[in-house]
Nanobody
Framework: QVQLVESGGGLVQAGDSLRLSCAAS????????MGWFRQAPGKEREFVAA???????YYADSVKGRFTISRDNAKNTVYLQMNSLKSEDTAVYYC?????????????????WGQGTQVTVSS
């Protein structure tokens, strides 16, 4: 059983930064792509960023240039550095583990999910 635990969310002002962390249990962390998704109030959950096993990264257009995903396989942890936050970034952020080594922006490609961490950006 894999468990993902997010942390680092909070209330910030527009223009501020936050770093989210996602700690994963299990010995196969390094062989899976990891992703971050978010769900804003009244909206469907959407893809934010992903990182594959070798460190290649992928971003939604809405966060490209502001967010950075990274991973530390020795610590079984994936991070999401969020800079220049906007009010529209307000959402619950979830990390997820892909079913294999390939990344995807489709939620169905991910088999384990964290409980989510709230990010609120005030304007």
């Amino acid at each position: 059983q894999v468990q993902l635990v997010e942390s680092g969310g909070g209330l910030v002002q527009a223009g501020d930064s936050l770093r989210l962390s996602c700690a994963a249990s299990g010995r196969t962390f390094g062989s899976h792509s990891m992703g971050w998704f978010r769900q804003a109030p009244g909206k469907e959950r959407e893809f934010v960023a992903a990182i594959n096993w070798s460190g290649n990264t992928y971003y939604a257009d809405s966060v490209k240039g502001r967010f950075t995903i990274s991973r530390d396989n020795a610590k079984n942890t994936v991070y999401l550095q969020m800079n220049s936050l906007k009010s529209e970034d307000t959402a619950v952020y979830y990390c997820a583990r892909s079913q294999g080594i390939s990344w995807s922006h489709y939620q169905a490609a991910y088999d384990y999910w964290g409980q989510g961490t709230q990010v609120t950006v005030s304007s």
